[in-house]
């Protein structure tokens, strides 16, 4: 049980754009997702902490109108990374806990790379 | 402030024991969990402590002194696979789980 499923993968994108990456819990009702970033060699960094139906809270220094979260339903959230730059090519990962469930279970990530 | 403290790097041997501590300063504690995360992957669920005490899973042991603020994962029977970094993560007041930056296990047949 406890499986948070991420799509894409990975993901490649011109400079400018936006990305959508999408996390679903499979199996249970997520009341809490997070989204990390991870650049190379370095540990998670929590980007912002999302509860549904609600706004998310940012961590100090991540610009919310870049990094669009979405946490319409308890089994899907969702993070856009607007005008995206080679900057924000990184490993992307969210975690969703349940109910009184202080353990978060992980997404397998998504790398993305901005051309 | 709160803070997670542990070693950036480790090596040990094939088959021997390696224990990597983790000492914690979190506002209010509700527990500290253990994580795996082998490179280019996310992290792996290995144990949660909130009592005083060791607990022993397979090869993998963790241990939990609350009035000293330390934790530590005994990881035995070293194998290759064990490479990996090793994250350790207090759950505060508001049941957020504040990180450690991870210790890099480097396995050495």
């Known amino acids: 049980g406890a499986v948070v499923s991420q799509h894409p993968s990975w993901v490649i994108c011109k400079s400018g754009t936006s990305v959508k990456i999408e996390c679903r819990s499979l199996?249970?009702?997520?009341?809490?997702m997070f989204w990390y970033r991870q650049f190379p060699k370095q540990s998670l960094m929590l980007m912002a902490t999302?509860?549904?139906?609600?706004?998310?809270?940012?961590e100090q220094g991540v610009e919310k109108d870049k990094f669009l979260i979405n946490h319409a339903s308890l089994t899907l959230s969702t993070l856009t990374v607007t005008s995206a730059h080679p900057e924000d090519s990184s490993f992307y990962i969210c975690?969703?806990?349940?109910?009184?469930?202080?353990?978060?279970?992980f997404g397998p990530g998504t790398r993305l790379t901005v051309t | 402030g709160q803070n997670i403290d542990q070693p950036t790097e480790m090596t040990a041997t094939e088959g021997a024991i390696v224990q990597i501590n983790c000492t914690y300063q979190?506002?209010?504690?509700?527990?500290l969990f253990w994580y795996q995360q082998h490179a280019g992957e996310a992290p792996t669920f290995l144990s949660y402590?909130?009592l005083d005490g060791l607990e022993e899973k397979g090869r993998f042991s963790s241990f939990l002194s609350r009035s000293k603020g330390y934790s530590y994962l005994l990881l035995k029977e070293l194998q290759m696979k064990d490479s990996a970094s090793y994250l350790c993560?207090?759950?505060?007041?508001?049941?957020?789980?504040?990180w450690g930056a991870g210790t890099k296990l480097i396995i050495k047949p």
């Open positions: 402590n909130v």
């Open positions: 199996d249970f009702q997520a009341t809490t």
């Open positions: 999302s509860n549904e139906g609600s706004k998310a809270t940012y």
């Open positions: 975690s969703a806990r349940g109910g009184e469930d202080y353990e978060q279970y």
């Open positions: 979190t506002s209010g504690f509700n527990g």
């Open positions: 993560a207090g759950v505060d007041s508001n049941y957020q789980l504040i």
